[in-house]
């Protein structure tokens, strides 16, 4: 990594080793430790202040938007230039298209774009700049991939893969019930404490992004896998140990992401669905399930956690392309 990235990072906790990985810790201000930093620099310091403290996005949150928008002030310096006025539209749009050419994916180039894109109109907004040459840069950029997600009779088969006999497959049954319930993240998911749900009010309490709260309700069903697991799985599984953690390991730790997506992975196989299934395609199969059955859409926004509905209006696409699929076979289409 650049030294750019460490000295304009450091403010604000993003370390970054000789190898060119980042951690986030507490720091000295970087004009106090890096010596004379220029007007890029100060700009990048405040913009990843404001990330931290205002917006309270998470460490590997802030380590992704240093490198990325290092990256991209290393590459406004190779241009000669030395602060954000003289940066255009058209400059933004030859970066973006030298990302391309290095073969970057278009989420790659999307998360760049995004970044820079912050970068520009937090300093508009704060004085530090008196344009935002990135306001219409989107309407450059090519459309976002939709995302993947399964049918109901796919959701249906996965869910009743799990051997609810036994306490680990009444554990996989709950969380995947839970999951395509409430439409966690993975993070999310696995991070649920013992009392963030209620079989009972049929509600699961989730810290999502940056430290914020939301409440999901979850179906009959779901509540009937929790109950199950909490009476009986539970139990088995933890023995005489103690933890505060909701899902568990047979040996009564907690259960992780990577340990959840291999198990996802082969129930998946095992119901015999083809396409790829990550904890995110349940995700999606939960917003996109929602929408095609009248959901409001901000609700679903509510219950995703999205900060932006325009986040949340990608499942929207998904159902038009859906609909213009049946129409497509009217014999007047």
Same mark, same amino acid.
């Not at 299934?277 to 901000?298: I, K, M, N, Q, Y």
């Given at each position: 990594?650049? !030294?750019?990235?460490?000295?304009?990072?450091?403010?604000? #906790?993003?370390?970054?080793?000789?190898?060119?990985?980042?951690?986030?810790?507490?720091?000295?201000?970087?004009?106090?430790?890096?010596?004379?930093?220029?007007?890029?620099?100060? &700009? $990048?310091?405040?913009?990843?202040?404001?990330?931290?403290?205002? /917006?309270?996005?998470?460490?590997?949150?802030?380590?992704?938007?240093?490198?990325?928008? +290092? !990256?991209?002030?290393?590459?406004?310096? !190779?241009?000669?230039?030395?602060?954000? @006025?003289? *940066?255009?539209?058209?400059?933004?749009?030859?970066?973006?298209? &030298?990302?391309?050419? /290095?073969? $970057?994916?278009?989420?790659?180039?999307?998360?760049?774009?995004?970044?820079?894109?912050?970068?520009?109109?937090?300093?508009? &907004?704060?004085?530090?700049?008196?344009?935002?040459?990135?306001?219409?840069?989107?309407?450059?950029?090519?459309?976002? =991939?939709?995302?993947?997600?399964?049918?109901?009779?796919?959701?249906?088969?996965?869910?009743?893969?799990?051997?609810?006999?036994?306490?680990?497959?009444?554990?996989?049954?709950?969380?995947?019930?839970?999951?395509?319930? +409430?439409?966690?993240?993975?993070?999310?998911?696995?991070?649920? =404490?013992?009392?963030?749900?209620? =079989?009972?009010?049929?509600?699961?309490?989730?810290?999502?992004?940056?430290?914020? !709260?939301?409440?999901? =309700?979850? #179906?009959?069903?779901?509540?009937?896998?929790?109950?199950?697991?909490?009476?009986?799985?539970?139990?088995?599984?933890?023995?005489?140990?103690?933890?505060?953690?909701?899902?568990?390991?047979?040996?009564?730790?907690?259960?992780?992401?990577? @340990?959840?997506?291999?198990?996802?992975?082969?129930?998946?196989?095992?119901?015999?669905?083809?396409?790829? *299934?990550?904890?995110?395609?349940?995700?999606?199969?939960?917003?996109?399930?929602?929408?095609?059955?009248?959901?409001?859409?901000?609700?679903?926004?509510?219950?995703?956690?999205?900060?932006? %509905? &325009?986040?949340?209006? %990608?499942?929207?696409?998904?159902?038009?392309?859906?609909?213009?699929?049946?129409?497509?076979?009217?014999?007047?289409?």
């Amino acid at each position: 990594m650049t !030294e750019l990235l460490k000295s304009s990072a450091d403010a604000h #906790g993003v370390e970054v080793s000789p190898a060119g990985s980042s951690s986030v810790r507490a720091g000295e201000p970087a004009s106090e430790r890096a010596g004379a930093i220029d007007a890029l620099d100060r &700009a $990048l310091d405040s913009y990843l202040g404001h990330l931290r403290v205002e /917006r309270g996005l998470l460490p590997a949150t802030l380590e992704s938007y240093a490198r990325d928008l +290092s !990256e991209y002030l290393r590459w406004l310096r !190779e241009q000669k230039l030395r602060d954000l @006025g003289g *940066v255009t539209e058209l400059m933004i749009l030859r970066h973006l298209s &030298a990302l391309h050419e /290095r073969g $970057l994916s278009q989420a790659s180039q999307a998360r760049h774009l995004a970044a820079l894109r912050g970068l520009h109109r937090f300093c508009n &907004a704060e004085g530090l700049s008196e344009t935002d040459p990135s306001e219409s840069v989107g309407a450059h950029r090519g459309a976002r =991939p939709l995302p993947n997600f399964l049918g109901v009779g796919e959701v249906d088969r996965l869910l009743a893969q799990p051997d609810v006999k036994t306490a680990a497959g009444a554990r996989d049954k709950a969380m995947l019930e839970i999951l395509y319930a +409430s439409g966690l993240r993975v993070s999310e998911l696995v991070a649920l =404490p013992l009392g963030a749900v209620d =079989p009972r009010v049929g509600v699961v309490r989730v810290r999502g992004k940056g430290g914020k !709260e939301r409440i999901v =309700p979850v #179906g009959e069903r779901a509540r009937e896998a929790l109950t199950h697991y909490l009476q009986v799985a539970r139990p088995q599984l933890i023995g005489q140990k103690q933890s505060r953690d909701l899902f568990v390991t047979p040996r009564g730790g907690k259960m992780t992401r990577q @340990g959840f997506w291999k198990l996802l992975a082969r129930l998946a196989r095992e119901a015999g669905i083809s396409q790829r *299934v990550t904890p995110h395609t349940l995700r999606h199969s939960f917003a996109t399930h929602l929408l095609e059955g009248g959901a409001d859409l901000r609700a679903v926004q509510a219950m995703l956690g999205h900060a932006d %509905i &325009a986040t949340t209006q %990608i499942y929207t696409h998904v159902d038009r392309r859906r609909l213009e699929t049946i129409l497509a076979k009217h014999p007047r289409a």
